[in-house]
């Protein structure tokens, strides 16, 4: 389980034991029986919040992608710098031999 994961699960948990200690038992089937309207909003808003429940754990999934191809891209920079570049030695022994032929003309 990702750190994320632990949060919405810790929050779901709280909004549980808010929820047993206000909301009488037998509620929900009342509130069915009454109030069908309400039923229904409860039926959606629950819908949107498992929604934006997966939505955050794809998010996070491709936050923790994109912080890895960083620090790959850190890690090849930090080679690039110490190991000597192959093109631009290659670029300056051709520059230089261009100069020698130019100035033996």
Known sequence: MNPVERVLNEEVGSLMDRLAG???G???EAIGARTPT???RLDEVEQQMAGIRASLLESYG???RTLE???????LAAWRSVVPDVAAE?????ETSEEAASLAA
Do not use: Q, T
């Not at 191809?69 to 890690?75: P, R």
């Not at 290659?90 to 051709?94: I, P, Y």
């Open 62 to 64: 491709r936050w923790r």
């Open 69 to 75: 191809d960083i620090e790959n891209l850190w890690a």
């Open 26 to 28: 037998g509620c929900l």
């Open 22 to 24: 206000s909301v009488p």
């Open 38 to 40: 309400l039923r229904r």
């Open 90 to 94: 290659v670029s300056a022994s051709k």
